[in-house]
């Protein structure tokens, strides 16, 4: 059973910084496709960033150059380094691994395991 833990949300002026992190249990994030997904109110779930094996990155135009996602094998652990935030990037930012995948995946319906998703609020 794969379980995903997100933390590291929270409230931030803009142009700030938080780093979320995303912790997983039976699963070893080095060899699959994981992906940082958010979503604000009122609004459909939107891909961020994916990372996949050989830590080849991906990222949606609007947070290219501030955000990064990058992980640690070690601690089987993927991270989202978010800078320079803005209101807009006000969302509730959930993690998602796919099993058996090399490509890139920005539909929601292509990753199996989800976490409960953090909360991150930028304000103006």
């Known amino acids: 059973q794969v379980q995903l833990v997100e933390s590291g949300g929270g409230l931030v002026q803009a142009g700030g910084s938080l780093r979320l992190s995303c912790a997983a249990s039976g699963h070893p994030f080095s060899r699959y496709p994981t992906a940082w997904f958010r979503q604000a109110p009122g609004k459909q779930r939107e891909w961020v960033s994916q990372i996949r094996s050989g830590d080849d990155t991906n990222y949606t135009d609007s947070v290219l150059g501030r955000f990064t996602i990058s992980r640690d094998n070690a601690k089987n652990t993927v991270y989202l380094q978010m800078d320079s935030l803005k209101p807009e990037d006000t969302a509730v930012y959930y993690c998602?691994?796919?099993?058996?995948?090399?490509?890139?995946?920005?539909?929601?319906?292509?990753?199996?395991?989800w976490g409960q998703g953090t909360q991150v609020t930028v304000s103006s």
């Open positions: 998602a691994v796919k099993e058996y995948g090399l490509g890139w995946y920005q539909s929601e319906f292509d990753y199996d395991y």
